[in-house]
Structure formats: structure tokens, C-alpha cells
DNA sequence: TTTATGATTCGATAATTATCAAATCATGGA
DNA sequence: TCCATGATTTGATAATTATCGAATCATAAA
């Protein structure tokens, strides 16, 4: 994650109903949700709500796919790491004891721990 | 962190100066620094920077001290981890397999592990 | 008190954003 | 092909935001 990507992702979670779209399907999983059960759970008008997923996609925080006549929302969780590293990065002058979120579904290796730098002469 | 507070946090981050300046200020950890030197570094001019600080600070993000005629600003280190919880509540169904990210300079906790909950029935 | 310096506030302007009714597009079934 | 359904796009409007010159405020030193 570059400050290029990085302030349209912030600018698309900085909204009321564009955050709430996005936790709910950061806890939806890999599974994903349809704009009909999004709208119905968080009453979002349809055209409202599809002006939110296109932003969140074209961020670059969401993936789609579709099936049938229903399109599939979830979260890019690549993306969302990326976020988290890019906001912590270098934390407290890169001492090494702080550390990234990672959050991996159905996968093994979860927490990564920062390179140390040399500490800074004081 | 809450949703209430979660919106103007992440909307003060998500304009390039202000996420400019609270990379800064992350790096330079709890000694902080005063406008003057932030606007040097950024190129930014001081009645703009101060407008950023001002949203910074009133979204919780940043913290500020007096140290003379030099006002000294800092990371909320708990408001930025806060945030981070609040982003990744419940990933993937809080099947436990993700992690919270927290800084703390010159802390030893420095992760925690999510509870996990039961698993959904398939 | 006067002066200098670091920082903020005011005010005006330009640019961006959220909302939703109406229209359009895309898929699957009759 | 025609219809129904899920979703997006268009277009217009209302509201919010970023910028910086000029003025003001706060502290420290002369």
C-alpha cells in the first residue's frame, strides 16, 4: 500500500454507510454478501448503496464476482493489510516493538513482526 | 473506538497532507513535533497545516502540548489502535484466526488475541 | 512596554461529495 | 421473445471541504 492508494481507501471508508458496508463484510467473510441483503440489512436505498460499492471497489477494498443474476461483494483483505502496514509503518520510529495487523481467513500464518531498525543515537 | 468515532478519524486520514502528517508524527513517536518543523518537512503552509491539525486533533487522532512558544504534536497511540480494532471487528465471522494490531511505544504488550467464538453451524 | 516569533483564526473562493427518482443494463425463466 | 428481478447509471440538487492572504493571539526576550 502507497499513500497513492492509500487516501482513497481512507476516503472511501470516511462515510457513515461505506464503513458499515465494509465491516459488514469484513465479518462476512470470503463467503461475501449481494447488494439486496447489504441494502435490506443496513437500509440503504439501491442506488445509494451501489454508489458505495463502487467506491469501496474502485479503492480497491472490495472484489466482486457474480452468480447468476446476483453480484457477490468481498472484502480485499490483501488490500485492508496493506492499509493497516501503511499507517503503522515505521511506528514509534521503527524500534521494532510495535506490530502489523494481518488478517488472513482460513489461513495459517497470521502476525508478522516488524524488521527492528538500528535504534537512533540519543 | 466506535462507529461514531471511527468516521471523522478516518476522514482526517484520508487527505494526502493529513495522512502525510500523521505518518510524520507516528514516526516521531511520543517527543512529537511542532508545526514549524511539519510544515518545513511537508512543504505545507502554516495556516493550511494548522487546519489539518485542528481536524486531526478533534478527531482524536493527535494530541498537543505547549513547550514554550513551540506547541508539541503527538500520536494518540490509543486512538490509532482503537481504530485499528474497530476496522477489523469480527473479521472473517471471528473464527479467532486474525489479529489486532497495537502500538505502544516503549510497552511490552504489544498483541493481543482476539476471543475467538463458537463456529457457525455450515 | 515594546518587539519578535510561533501558531491559530477569519473570510472568501474553488472544488468535491452524497443522495435518490427515473432510466437503463444484465441475467434467467416462462 | 417477452417478462421479472437484481443491480447500475444518469442527472440534478444540496451539502461539505481545502486553500491561503490577512489579521489576530500567545509566549518569551529585550
Redesign the pocket.
Known amino acids: 500500500m502507497e499513500s497513492t492508494n492509500a487516501v482513497p481507501a481512507l ?1 472511501a471508508l ?5 464503513l458499515d458496508v465494509f465491516r459488514l463484510l469484513v465479518q462476512a467473510g470470503l463467503e461475501g454478501l ?4 447489504i ?1 435490506e440489512r443496513l437500509k ?12 469501496l471497489r474502485h479503492a480497491g477494498l472490495l472484489q ?1 464476482r ?1 452468480d ?4 457477490i461483494y468481498t472484502v480485499n483483505y490483501e488490500a485492508m493489510n496493506g492499509l493497516m502496514e501503511f499507517l503503522t509503518d515505521n511506528c514509534c520510529g521503527g524500534d521494532g516493538s510495535c506490530r502489523v495487523p494481518v488478517c488472513e481467513p482460513r489461513s495459517a500464518t497470521l502476525v508478522r513482526r516488524r524488521a527492528a531498525r538500528p535504534a537512533r543515537p540519543s
Open positions: 476516503a470516511a462515510q457513515e454507510h461505506r449481494p447488494p439486496s441483503q441494502a440503504i436505498a439501491p442506488p445509494t448503496l451501489s454508489f458505495h460499492l463502487a467506491q466482486v457474480r447468476g443474476r446476483s453480484l
